[in-house]
């Protein structure tokens, strides 16, 4: 006798005289026909089918997405590899700076804002400073430092402020007065003077608030060893020993661990391969591994594991370099990592909210400065290119703002020293 129907047996149990295979109106996922790994990536899924009201057939699959073209502009992963294709990256325009400025520096605050102090005009050193606010994308002057100032360092303090230190002044000459903005007041004052001139120096944040500088060029011209901490809590410098190798044009990195990196630089004659430890815990320095190549004029950044992924710069006889490199903490050595797509020499280099390193402009093999961008992917240790700016800069400043965007100012292009600045948005 007749009895409940059951779906997809093919039975027709209600003796009705059909079989129902499926219950009406119910959905079910069709099989995945894009490539293997790509389901559930991205955009891409796998469509599904309903069945009909009769519950004896099943419609046709439908919603199914597979790989596309990556398409700009939607924040979509399209082509389903993961992450928005660096094709899609953009340069934009973001107006000029109110003065051409080369060998500046750029101090991401914490309002968001980006204070440019300093650098050269092409006739002289700068003191004056500026702010950009990237809600407006507008440039507005702020006030001045005491003193004119190229190739200086600036380094935001955890309470804010931005400390200045070294840099040459108007005659030529390495400075050794360090002077403090408020973004508060838009106004500069003293941060008392370090034990010696400094040029071509590094400065770094310690995790106690503390700011290490190390070796640069003294007042003679010669590189220092000497290193110093300036203490923000008594407004006060101290020594902090001397490193191994008097060095300048180096790159000086904290580490996970909170000990500082320092790496590579010349000596006054060559270009370095070495580097150093400084641990703050102790006051003490200390040699870890050599990079494999000597390097002047590279960038060096923090990867999201921890590891330093050092590229670019002069290397032996004055060449300039492809090859990148990465330094692990945990057992002090270098290893090769691709090389980038175009030889840099004093490049910047920015670490985006993703963890990809963002290395701009530079100059070439053959000394003109470079439009080009690119990436580095350290989940798949590869370089893509990430288009080119809006025009050719060497010694310019990148900043990653709060809104992922990178700020570009200044630099010199073609023999030209610039003032324009542009944008580079990773996503559009």
């Known amino acids: 006798m007749p009895q409940p129907e059951v779906d997809a047996n093919a039975v027709d149990e209600d003796c009705d005289g059909v079989a129902r295979l499926c219950a009406p109106g119910t959905s079910e996922s069709c099989a995945y026909t894009g490539p293997a790994g790509t389901e559930g990536v991205g955009t891409c899924q796998a469509g599904a089918r309903t069945c009909d009201v009769s519950g004896t057939s099943w419609g046709a699959c439908t919603g199914e997405v597979i790989p596309q073209t990556e398409v700009c502009g939607n924040d979509l992963d399209d082509d389903c590899d993961g992450h928005a294709s660096p094709s899609c990256a953009e ?12 060998m500046h520096k ?3 605050l914490a309002n ?7 650098g050269h005009n092409g006739s002289e050193a700068l003191k004056t400073a500026e702010l950009y606010d990237p809600t407006k994308g507008t440039w507005s002057v702020t006030g001045s430092m005491s003193i004119e100032r190229r190739g200086h360092a600036a380094t935001v303090l955890q309470d804010g402020k931005v400390l200045v230190t070294g840099g040459e002044g108007l005659n030529g000459w390495a400075l050794m007065k360090a002077e403090l903005y408020d973004p508060t007041t838009g106004t500069w004052s003293s941060a ?3 034990s010696i001139e400094r040029y071509g120096h590094a400065a770094t ?5 503390k700011v290490l500088v190390t070796g640069g060029e003294g007042p003679n011209g010669w590189t220092l060893m000497k290193a110093e901490l300036y203490d923000p809590t008594t407004a006060t410098w101290s020594s902090a020993g001397s490193m191994r190798i008097a060095r300048a044009g180096h790159m000086a990195t904290l580490l996970a661990n909170g000990q500082v990196l320092v790496s590579g630089g010349h000596n006054g004659s ?6 150093e430890l400084y641990d703050p815990t102790k006051g003490t320095w200390s040699v870890t591994g050599s990079m494999r190549i ?14 330093v992924l050092v590229t670019g710069g002069e290397g032996p006889n004055g060449w300039t370099l492809r090859k990148a490199e990465l330094y692990d903490p945990t057992n002090g050595t270098w290893l090769d990592t691709d090389p980038m797509n175009t030889a840099r020499y004093l490049p910047r280099a920015t670490v985006l909210q993703d963890g990809k390193v963002l ?3 530079g100059e070439g093999p053959n000394g003109w400065a470079l439009a080009t961008a690119e990436l580095y992917d350290p989940t798949t240790a590869t370089w893509s290119s990430a288009g080119s700016m809006g025009i050719a800069r060497n010694k310019q400043t990148a900043t990653v703002l709060q809104n992922g965007k990178v700020l570009v100012t200044g630099g010199k292009g073609d023999g030209e020293f610039l003032k324009s600045a542009e944008l580079f948005d990773p996503a559009p």
């Not at 944040?205 to 608030?209: A, E, K, W």
């Open 192 to 194: 008392g003077s370090m």
């Open 270 to 275: 060559e270009a370095l391969k070495t580097a």
């Open 294 to 307: 000597e390097r002047r004029g590279h960038v060096a950044t923090v990867l999201p594991d921890g590891k």
């Open 205 to 209: 944040v310690l995790p106690d608030g």
């Open 112 to 118: 968001g804002q980006v204070l440019v102090s300093g």
């Open 91 to 102: 340069w934009l325009s973001t107006g000029s700076m109110t003065t051409k400025r080369w």
């Open 106 to 108: 750029a101090a991401l």
């Open 359 to 361: 290395v701009t402009g």
